[in-house]
């Protein structure tokens, strides 16, 4: 993150299952949020061999990787001092959509399900108990743009609970 608070690179490192050199499940491509908005980006991969033959799954990288992009760029966010949604907002610009067919990815709509979950949730405006706070995310996958708020409580033990969740 630059100085004045803009993503600019990233190395994506991750493991990953695979054999004979290659990846099963490969990182988000540079045709996919939100590697295709930074100027500055590698990717690399460490294989481990799974050993267990297997099947068609359900998602599986979709899932790992929405986690983990995402709880990547709320963490850079709240680095930079800035608001996540905003954050994310200023990260899509006004990029034109990106590949084509199932891979494509329109950035103009994802502003829009992620402006659609924050004013669902009253982003930045709620009024929030002691110990409790809001997150937001979204992810494309599948030719699906989907955005979450979550309102989250922090119990005195550490226990953390939803206490509401709006999605767009």
Not at 51 to 67: E, H, I, K, Q
Not at 83 to 100: C, H, N, R, T, V
């Amino acid at each position: 993150v630059d100085a004045a608070g803009a993503l600019v690179a990233v190395h994506d490192h991750f493991a990953t299952f695979g054999q004979n050199g290659k990846a099963m499940y490969d990182s988000e491509g540079p045709t996919r949020f939100p590697w295709a908005f930074v100027p500055n980006y590698r990717t690399e991969h460490s294989l481990m061999a799974l050993g267990v033959p297997t099947g068609p799954l359900r998602a599986p990288r979709s899932n790992a990787m929405g986690f983990v992009m995402q709880s990547f760029l709320d963490e850079l966010a709240r680095a930079s001092g800035q608001d996540p949604l905003e954050f994310q907002l200023k990260l899509l610009g006004d990029m034109a959509p990106l590949g084509e067919g199932e891979n494509a990815f329109n950035a103009a709509r994802m502003k829009g399900v992620l402006r659609a979950a924050a004013a669902m949730a009253n982003w930045g405006k709620a009024s929030l108990a002691p110990r409790e706070g809001q997150g937001i995310a979204c992810y494309f996958s599948h030719q699906g743009y989907v955005a979450h708020v979550v309102q989250a409580a922090v119990a005195a033990d550490g226990t953390v609970t939803a206490k509401k969740v709006w999605s767009a």
